[in-house]
């Protein structure tokens, strides 16, 4: 798997472009078995497969708060089946004193169909809230919570802390913990991560165990 992004800000507006690729194996040429979901990815199969969503993000800020709307294209490829889907996330941000609150809709949109079968889209809801505050003259902690409603009905909490060391100007280790009720079968319920920033670069590492045998690692550049 693999992805890239980029953001500009302009006044009040941000925009924002992405694209994300995975690659991997699936069990059928049509849905639900040619869905990547986590049991899919960790049992692999017959037929060669692929998803990609690329992604153009606009954002603004109006009396004091954030807002925010993406528009996605996602597509499917198993062998020669391919399909695709335009989906829509809208979004708002407030900064409460020293937290920030938040809430988005993601993934609106029409189901995509491949070979006569339909893939449900996982649309959700989300509520959240992060914030941070200093420790000492050298750390810092800061720490996030969200609630999602994902279609269907399924309730999935999360949340994280993380811990950043700072020891001089432009220089910042950090390390994180997460846990999550996970929304796809294959998926553990605690993450790992880490990041070191010098100056404008910043490399991030992610672990996430899966339930039985199996790991992901995640690692990311960010040049600002």
Do not use: C
């Amino acid at each position: 798997a693999g992805a890239v992004a980029s953001t500009y800000v302009f006044g009040k507006f941000g925009f924002g472009l992405g694209a994300q690729m995975l690659d991997f194996r699936s069990a059928g040429p049509a849905y639900p078995g040619a869905a990547p979901n986590g049991e899919q990815l960790l049992a692999g199969g017959a037929y060669p497969a692929s998803s990609l969503v690329a992604a153009a993000a606009l954002e603004m800020a109006y009396k004091g708060i954030r807002w925010g709307l993406t528009q996605k294209l996602a597509q499917d490829q198993v062998s020669f089946g391919r399909d695709g889907a335009w989906l829509t996330d809208v979004g708002a941000a407030r900064e409460i004193g020293p937290v920030t609150v938040g809430a988005t809709v993601q993934n609106l949109g029409a189901s995509p169909k491949m070979l006569g079968t339909s893939a449900e889209l996982p649309t959700r809801g989300t509520i959240g809230a992060a914030g941070g505050l200093p420790l000492g003259a050298l750390f810092d902690l800061a720490a996030s919570g969200e609630v999602s409603v994902r279609r269907g009905g399924r309730v999935s909490p999360a949340g994280g802390v993380e811990l950043g060391y700072v020891p001089i100007d432009g220089v910042t280790f950090a390390g994180r913990i997460g846990a999550r009720l996970p929304e796809e079968n294959g998926a553990a319920p605690i993450t790992l991560g880490a990041s070191f920033t010098f100056d404008r670069v910043s490399i991030d590492y992610g672990f996430e165990p899966y339930q039985g045998e199996g790991s992901g690692h995640r690692i990311g550049i960010r040049i600002r």
